[in-house]
């Protein structure tokens, strides 16, 4: 029977913690982290450049690859965009399993290149005009690679991260995951703004609106080839060495053994998700139909804070590190419900882009100190063993329930109650339930904890 004291070292006093590890598998040389943030950071950035450029040109996506119905060919299009969301959590459990049975490097290397692939359908792909309904088929093929990639790409990126990280600073590690989002979301908005304000409409619709997608799809090769090149995770490498250990089915490990951490991680991911798919994904639409203000005003507020996001997930993660992860999220998450309502009645009283920017400003820079530590708290709730399959599958279940279906939610309650408060009502329901959950989750794992310590006295 274990000691009490190794059943509390199982579960740290601010869960999200790491216990120790001994000293040779946590130092590392500094070339091989530098390696191993390039290479964890390449395949989340190159999806959110991939989501952001595709929702940039979905008007003319429709146009190419589908029939000519302009209604119809748009709401195939979205459809299209849908289908990777579906196919996510499919992903995410299959590519988190094989990421826990056969090691990080191996899943990583293969998602970069049906990542890169999935983009790359798009850029090379003839139009419906060409060759007809094959266009749409290679279309949704693709997409649906790369959904079933990208629902594995965050777990698994993650845990290698977190994993090759100091101890004390695994939140500062995680955070570049965040920070990749968010330079995505610049690069994305950079390139896709100059390629519609620097060429005539006519050439955009002939073709330079692939630009982008063939840019992102040059990811793949180097990232390939970094993270082929890439060591095994010091943690990962020492539960290989007690093969018994290794997980022989993680999925159902993670639902019968590991089923409170997974609530307590989908608690993580309510907030950030639905600040990011209400401020990012579906802001430029109420800019234009709510607030009636030019599509760009929203879209120039998305691109500045997004830039400044890159610091400020940092920022977050550092002081996680410095204050304990779980003050952080409380601390934040009860700041971003309580700015969400003051925020977006302030830009409804005078509409304008002075007011918008603001707003803008102030709530996604609280957002990135929110964001910041959430990967090292996710990767903070799973054993090694189950690592990538847990954060996957909460993280898939979380973004596609409260992010993916944000704009489609607020939208429909906008047209329901007539009140374009809507969007600060959901933040402020998503925050509470957020803390409720990861409260309630954390308190019943500690006297779990308690509970089993004393019985092995």
């Known amino acids: 029977m274990k000691p009490a004291s190794l059943l509390r070292s199982a579960l740290p006093a601010d869960i999200g913690e790491f216990p120790a590890v001994a000293a040779d598998d946590a130092i590392t040389e500094s070339r091989m982290r530098r390696r191993v943030v ?214 159902r490990d993670v639902l019968q053994r590991h089923w409170q951490p997974l609530i307590c991680a989908i608690g993580l991911i309510i907030i950030g998700t639905s600040l990011t798919y209400i401020w990012n994904t579906y802001l430029p639409t109420y800019v234009v139909e709510q607030l009636h203000l030019p599509l760009w005003q929203g879209l120039l507020g998305v691109l500045v804070t997004s830039a400044l996001g890159i610091g400020t997930c940092m920022l977050g993660g550092w002081l996680a590190d410095q204050y304990g992860p779980y003050r952080m999220f409380f601390l934040f998450t009860a700041i971003s419900a309580l700015i969400s309502y003051p925020f977006f009645a302030y830009v409804l009283a005078a509409p304008g882009f002075g007011r918008l920017f603001l707003a803008q400003f102030v709530v996604l820079t609280v957002f990135g100190l929110l964001q910041g530590p959430g990967p090292g708290m996710l990767a903070g709730l799973f054993p090694v063993e189950v690592r990538s399959t847990g954060m996957a599958i909460a993280y898939n279940v979380g973004v596609t329930v409260f992010g993916g279906f944000a704009p489609l939610t607020v939208t429909w309650l906008i047209a329901a109650t007539g009140s374009k408060l809507v969007p600060a009502y959901y933040i402020i329901a998503a925050a509470v339930l957020s803390i409720v959950v990861v409260g309630g989750t954390l308190t019943a794992m500690r006297r779990a904890a308690d509970s089993q310590a004393s019985g092995a006295l």
């Open 38 to 251: 390039l290479a964890s950071v390449l395949g989340n950035g190159l999806e959110w450049f991939d989501f952001v450029s595709y929702g940039y040109f979905a008007s003319i996506i429709a146009k190419v690859f589908f029939p000519a119905d302009s209604n119809l060919s748009l709401v195939l299009t979205y459809a299209t965009f849908a289908v990777g969301f579906v196919v996510r959590p499919i992903g995410g459990i299959m590519l988190g399993a094989y990421a826990d049975r056969y090691g990080r490097r191996r899943a990583l290397s293969l998602l970069i290149v049906m990542m890169a692939f999935g983009t790359l359908t798009l850029g090379l792909t003839p139009s419906f005009a060409t060759i007809g309904i094959a266009a749409p088929i290679i279309v949704v093929f693709g997409r649906i690679v790369q959904g079933i990639s990208i629902g594995g790409e965050f777990a698994s990126a993650t845990a290698l991260l977190v994993e090759y990280a100091p101890p004390n600073r695994r939140m500062t590690f995680g955070s570049f995951q965040m920070s990749s989002q968010a330079l995505g979301r610049v690069l994305a908005t950079s390139i896709g703004l100059s390629v519609l304000l620097t060429l005539p409409a006519a050439t955009v619709q002939a073709g330079a609106w692939r630009i982008p997608f063939l840019i992102g799809s040059l990811i793949g090769p180097f990232g390939f080839y970094v993270r082929y090149r890439l060591g095994e995770s010091p943690e990962y490498r020492k539960l290989r060495e007690h093969a018994p250990d290794v997980a022989r089915a993680p999925v």
